[in-house]
């Protein structure tokens, strides 16, 4: 069976400091990876999606980046945080998209700015 | 533009049965789906429409109308543990069938 696993799970960083989270996906090949940001009272935005490696599309302008350096591993990173950048960051997988397929998402980190 | 509308908050009781609607407007349709979430957690897929018609799942059902661009999520014999946030969810058109969600409706179910 298909998992998801992200990590750290909860983070305290700095303003301007650097951030990286780790994704990897065990289970299935070549699949569609997607990192969702969570803020408080709002709705899960969809920050960035990758269909292969070293492709990845942005979603919304940001000071954060994503890499898909391995089929199955997905890092979204900043080089310097903001106090807006705080929230619940998932990731999630899919395989290569036909209709019907589901999103399957990780456990989540949370990450407060200060 | 996009758009995806769901109560903010429904409250019901141990037992009963409540009905969390979601209406959307967006580029494009290739299926809706429903996503539990509890506090602190991450989403966990319920369901998935993409023709009309009521799609049941044990003591939860969804319902889609892409004419009226609507769905409902149905949920029966609530229990404690149903206490959460609900997402709706659309697939919309474009090559890459990415998901637009709504801001969730928070469900407290009280004994």
């Known amino acids: 069976s298909q998992t998801i696993h992200q990590w750290p799970a909860t983070l305290v960083q700095p303003v301007g400091s650097p951030l990286s989270l780790e994704c990897t996906v065990e289970?299935?090949?070549?699949?569609?990876l997607y990192w969702y940001r969570q803020a408080a009272g709002r709705g899960l935005q969809l920050l960035f999606y990758?269909?292969?490696?070293?492709?990845i599309s942005s979603e919304v302008p940001q000071n954060l980046s994503a890499s898909r350096p391995q089929d199955r591993q997905f890092i979204l990173s900043s080089k310097k945080l903001l106090l807006s950048d705080s929230g619940f960051y998932l990731c999630?997988?899919?395989?290569?998209?036909?209709?019907?397929?589901?999103?399957?998402f990780g456990e989540g980190s949370w990450l407060t700015v200060v | 533009g996009q758009n995806i509308d769901q109560p903010t908050e429904m409250t019901a009781t141990e037992g009963a049965i409540v009905q969390i609607n979601c209406t959307y407007q967006?580029?494009?349709?290739?299926?809706l789906f429903w996503y539990q979430q509890h506090a602190g957690e991450a989403p966990t897929f319920l369901s998935y429409?993409?023709?009309?018609g009521l799609e049941e799942k044990g003591r939860f059902s969804s319902f889609l109308s892409r004419s009226k661009g609507y769905s409902y999520l149905l949920l029966k014999e609530l229990q404690m543990k149903d206490s959460a946030s609900y997402l709706c969810?659309?697939?919309?058109?474009?090559?890459?069938?990415?998901?637009?969600f709504g801001k969730g409706t928070k469900l407290s179910v009280k004994p």
């Open positions: 429409n993409v023709l009309d």
């Open positions: 990758s269909v292969g490696i070293g492709q």
């Open positions: 289970g299935t090949s070549n699949p569609n």
């Open positions: 967006t580029s494009g349709f290739n299926g």
């Open positions: 969810a659309v697939r919309g058109g474009g090559s890459q069938g990415n998901l637009i």
């Open positions: 999630a997988w899919s395989v290569r998209w036909t209709f019907g397929n589901t999103i399957y």
